[in-house]
């Protein structure tokens, strides 16, 4: 079944320890990318990457690392929490054109006490 | 300047009814894509429907149907007879073309309740 896996789904940690989002996809696809959700704010976009090895800053970067060493694989990573991204975060994989769909994770939920 | 506008917060509709959901866009690119996607309570994110900026018809699927007025820079998704698991927040996005990274940027939302 084509899909886009996340884990953990939920996350409840504490300001200043580390840690990691892991986001899989088994469709191939080159484009992948995190977005985070607030409340009567949308989705905004965080990181993203057209292929192996190549990344770039979406629209809220601060506070967040990624790396792309494999396709199918791009975790996010937190080096030090802050209460201000507790978050819904979302991955999202696609094809990379203006017509392609991106198809997205069941998403996790992250507090930071 | 916001790339797209939800300007309804929340709507309500009767169950079986039609309801027109609204989106504006602003782009300077001649190509590119609009997409509406469905968030119900559960939290997942389900790509409902998507239109080009160079497709001529209307796209529809199912009982969605997107209303493309290319000269008004509108997208709005039109349901058919509305039923209750239609109530979820509603996404509208553009996605960009050109040479730069296609990004999808996304409208703030519509919050749907179907009334039985």
């Known amino acids: 079944e084509a899909q886009v896996t996340q884990n953990p789904r939920y996350l409840i940690t504490v300001t200043g320890k580390k840690l990691t989002v892991t986001c899989s996809q088994n469709m191939n696809h080159e484009y992948m990318s995190w977005y985070r959700q607030d409340p009567g704010l949308g989705l905004r976009q965080i990181y993203y990457s057209m292929n192996v090895e190549v990344t770039d800053k979406g629209d809220v970067p601060e506070g967040y690392k990624v790396s792309r060493k494999e396709k199918r694989n791009f975790p996010l990573i937190l080096e030090s929490p802050s209460p201000n991204q507790t978050s819904l975060y979302f991955c999202?994989?696609?094809?990379?054109?203006?017509?392609?769909?991106?198809?997205f994770g069941p998403g996790t939920r992250l507090t930071v006490l | 300047a916001q790339k797209i506008t939800q300007t309804q917060p929340g709507m309500f509709v009767q169950e079986k009814e039609a309801v027109t959901l609204d989106c504006t866009y602003d782009?300077?690119?001649?190509?590119?894509?609009l997409f509406w996607y469905k968030q119900p309570s559960s939290g997942e994110m389900i790509f409902l429907i998507y239109q080009g900026s160079y497709d001529e018809q209307n796209a529809t699927e199912g009982r969605y149907s997107l209303n493309f007025q290319k000269a008004r820079k509108s997208a709005n998704l039109v349901i058919s007879a509305s039923q209750l698991g239609d109530s979820a927040m509603y996404f509208c996005?553009?996605?960009?073309?050109?040479?730069?990274?296609?990004?999808?940027?996304f409208g703030t939302g519509t919050r749907l309740t179907v009334i039985p």
């Open positions: 996005a553009m996605r960009e073309g050109g040479t730069g990274a296609n990004n999808l940027f």
């Open positions: 999202a994989s696609s094809l990379w054109d203006r017509t392609d769909t991106q198809y």
């Open positions: 782009t300077s690119d001649q190509s590119y894509g």
